[in-house]
């Protein structure tokens, strides 16, 4: 698969590691442009290209945002209809500034991204867990345990896309709903930050 991140910073940078090694090709973009990620790309292997953020967009079957979420507002829109966007983002006030819809609480980060992409389908995912667990804790056995994933979104092929990316990177892929239940994960939820085993996951949640 084709897959392009946008923001290669420690988790769009880790995202990069695990899906080239899962064999995937990869298109990474930041703030600076290709030339900055050159040493990045060489460093990772030759399923890594450095692009711009509307290469690494067009580029992808699948499109990683993973920028601040004060500035979803510049992505390129045109080059993401159509396509699974995963968004790893969490809103953090002192960084992102405030936003008094999110602040009480009346939508989540995620779905304001889907307003700016609304020919995307969103998806919440890969937010939870520290970058360095998310390249470290990967189990490449179904038999052994595995930390999981929430998932969040509201186009069902979209998230089995995510599911299986997931899968294929070592974790477990855990279902959390809708995409404005992506709440139930965000910073400041019992599932933030907990490096969570699939049942775990499951259990704090509350899902089947």
Do not use: C
């Not at 609480?105 to 389908?121: F, G, V, Y």
Request: hydrophobic content about 35%.
């Amino acid at each position: 698969m084709r897959i392009g991140i946008v923001g290669t910073g420690h988790v769009g940078g880790t995202l990069a590691r695990l899906f080239s090694r899962a064999g995937h090709e990869v298109a990474v973009a930041n703030s600076r442009g290709p030339d900055t990620l050159r040493g990045f790309a060489e460093e990772v292997g030759d399923r890594v290209r450095p692009a711009t953020a509307e290469e690494a967009a067009r580029f992808g079957e699948v499109v990683v945002v993973s920028v601040p979420v004060g500035r979803y507002g510049q992505l390129p829109a045109a080059p993401m209809a159509g396509k699974t966007v995963i968004d790893t983002g969490n809103y953090y006030p002192e960084r992102d500034g405030n936003d008094p819809d999110l602040d009480q609480d009346r939508t989540t980060s995620s779905e304001l991204l889907q307003q700016h992409l609304p020919e995307a389908s969103v998806v919440k995912a890969f937010n939870t867990m520290r970058w360095e667990h998310l390249g470290e804790y990967g189990r490449q056995s179904s038999a052994q345990r595995r930390y999981g994933i929430p998932v969040s979104g509201d186009d069902v092929d979209a998230k089995r896309r995510v599911f299986d990316l997931i899968e294929q990177v070592g974790f477990e892929p855990v279902d959390a709903g809708r995409l404005a239940e992506g709440r139930r994960h965000q910073p400041g939820t019992p599932v933030y930050l907990a490096d969570l085993s699939g049942a775990e996951l499951h259990s704090r949640l509350g899902t089947p």
